[in-house]
């Protein structure tokens, strides 16, 4: 008998977790958004690394190689960011049907809103920073953001995005600290940790029902 009362109890537990909290977040998506910011990253390093070496043969860079170097960094950032976003969606959207929920509820309207409106203020920051000239804090401000961004949707999905959050926004004020190391955070902060995130709630959510 007590079984039975402690299986009703965890029913009605998933239930009420279900309608208040969007479960359908895919492990996978952070292991291949992980994935998809260290190859971005690979390719940015590779980038500094041929305009330094034609700056050390020119004797310095002209203004035009240093815009275009920027311009091709937030064409990078964008396609980065929409790959992350697209696969995402994919693997949420695959968890969702394989456990036989709809993906467009209240909680991930909530989850939605509560991270776009830190996204939306720190793209503004962001831009700001790219008018006035100020590179160099574009990785720790994304860390930042990002952080906090994750961390105000966590009351509407798994709690324990909030430990990815907090590392990414130590990582953040970090690398104020050490700006000449920003794509280093970069890397650790969106690739790594996204990978180690996203196996873990792999492992912790998903395993089982992959197995059966």
């Not at 895919?26 to 980038?47: F, K, M, T």
């Not at 170097?69 to 980065?80: M, P, Q, W, Y």
Request: charged fraction near 15%; glycine fraction near 8%; charge should be positive.
């Amino acid at each position: 008998m007590n079984e039975q009362h402690l299986q009703t109890l965890t029913d009605i537990k998933q239930i009420m977790e279900r309608s208040s909290r969007f479960i359908s977040l895919s492990g996978l998506s952070g292991v291949v958004a992980g994935i998809i910011a260290l190859i971005g990253a690979a390719i940015a390093y590779n980038w500094l690394n041929d305009y330094y070496l034609v700056y050390d043969r020119n004797g310095g860079a002209t203004y035009q190689s240093l815009r275009d170097l920027e311009i091709r960094f937030i064409l990078l950032g964008i396609t980065v960011l929409v790959a992350a976003l697209a696969s995402g969606m994919y693997f949420t959207w695959r968890k969702a049907k394989r456990d036989g929920m709809p993906v467009w509820t209240k909680s991930s309207k909530n989850l939605l809103l509560s991270m776009c409106i830190p996204l939306a203020a720190g793209g503004a920051f962001i831009a700001g920073l790219i008018f006035h000239g100020l590179n160099a804090l574009i990785a720790p401000t994304c860390l930042v953001f990002y952080g906090m961004a994750l961390l105000n949707t966590s009351k509407y999905t798994y709690s324990d995005i909030r430990y990815l959050a907090i590392i990414d926004i130590v990582l953040g004020i970090c690398n104020l600290f050490m700006l000449k190391k920003g794509l280093y955070f970069w890397a650790v902060g969106f690739g790594v940790m996204h990978i180690i995130y996203g196996t873990s709630m792999w492992w912790k959510y998903e395993r089982k029902a992959n197995a059966n």
